[in-house]
């Protein structure tokens, strides 16, 4: 007998968008992109305004989105509010503190390429707005569980890693697939500071890439990614602590040999590298059994892989001597 268990975060389908309102918001854009002289002053307005810089109105890929939600993937709870996702943000090229989505608008979005390479059939450079040409866009809502202990609800749209994986052609002999955030000192003043070993750096196994969660988002609550949250591209990997989900990726090389993160090569006994979460295994600094959740007064219980476990346990299966857990 086929029994279908609901997961955890599954909303009624009553409470998803209806798709009339997606069309209607989608129609509203167009219009929008359509004005130069509204886009003009919201760009204008950007700068000092977190939410106008976030709306990404001055993306040259503003009008493909809001793209059509994927209602396979529900929360459990409201979605964060747009004006705290976008200015409570760790993007440590830009300074150390939560507070740097006024500084992150200097990053140059355009023109912006990412590099496919190592082991893969031919190594290549793609554009990214012909590698948004060239995947199917979908918005998905997901938790964002940082290993500090507060976590989020987002709206990211964007398409699945293994889409990107099959356009790159890795060889059978590929293991890991590494990200590479881009290093320019001159904008990213936080890579001035010669203790970190920048650039920052990721790594997934090609099965964690190729799981149907791992996500490559490239908008934020209908628009654009907003610069301070990863722009143009960033990864989403939600049953992984937020430090995996590296942002404003140059380059995916697919490797024989496991690839050294940013924070494991900083101190690997806190930052391993499969940071799956689980409520029982405490960073040295932060309990994780439970999260501070953005934007209310509550403190819930952390659930073992955020909750993802049904989608995602089984790429651990017989690994239990891995530290996959920080
Ligand atoms: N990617 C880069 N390149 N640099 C960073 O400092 N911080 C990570 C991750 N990706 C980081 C990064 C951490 S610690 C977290 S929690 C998330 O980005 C935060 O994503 P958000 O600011 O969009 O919430």
């Known amino acids: 007998m086929l ?31 359509a004005g130069p002289l509204l886009l003009g ?13 976030a709306t990404g109105d001055a993306d040259p890929s503003a009008e493909l989105y809001p793209v059509k939600q994927n209602m396979r993937y529900r929360l459990d709870r409201e979605i964060t509010d747009e004006s705290l996702a976008t200015t409570y943000n760790n993007f440590y090229e830009f300074g150390s503190s939560k507070n740097i989505w006024r500084e992150a608008q200097d990053l140059p979005i355009r023109p912006w390429s990412v590099a496919i390479g190592g082991l893969v059939e031919k190594p290549f450079e793609i ?13 998905r809502l ?41 290093e320019d000192r001159d904008v990213m003043s936080g890579q001035r500071a010669g203790w970190y070993p920048w650039p920052y750096v990721e790594g997934l196994t090609m099965a964690e890439a190729t799981n149907e969660l791992a996500f490559i988002a490239t908008g934020l609550y209908g628009k654009p990614m907003p610069k301070q949250n990863g722009a143009p591209l960033r990864l989403a990997v939600p049953w992984k602590y937020g430090f995996k989900s590296i942002k404003s990726i140059v380059a995916f090389e697919f490797t024989e ?20 979460v689980n409520p029982e295994v405490p960073h040295p600094r932060w309990s994780q059994a439970t999260e501070r959740v953005l934007g209310t007064d509550e403190k819930v219980p952390t659930l073992l892989y955020n909750g993802y476990g049904d989608y995602v346990a089984g790429l651990y299966a017989g690994m239990e001597g891995e530290k996959l857990f920080m």
């Open 3 to 33: 029994i279908k268990r609901k997961r955890g975060w599954e909303l009624p389908e009553s409470q998803a968008t209806p798709e009339s309102v997606y069309l209607q918001r989608r129609r509203l854009m167009q219009g929008l992109a």
């Open 257 to 276: 040999e496991r690839p050294v993160s940013f924070w494991e090569e900083i101190q690997a006994r806190e930052y391993g590298f499969w940071a799956n």
């Open 127 to 139: 554009g990214i707005d012909e590698l948004l040409a060239k995947m199917p866009l979908e918005e």
């Open 142 to 182: 997901y938790r964002h569980r940082c290993v500090e202990a507060w976590s989020m609800a987002v709206p990211w749209s964007g398409f699945a890693l293994g889409e990107l994986v099959k356009l790159a052609k890795p060889l059978s002999s590929a293991k890991y697939v590494k990200m590479v955030t881009l």
């Open 41 to 53: 002053a919201a760009a204008l307005a950007g700068r000092g305004n977190p939410l106008a810089a």
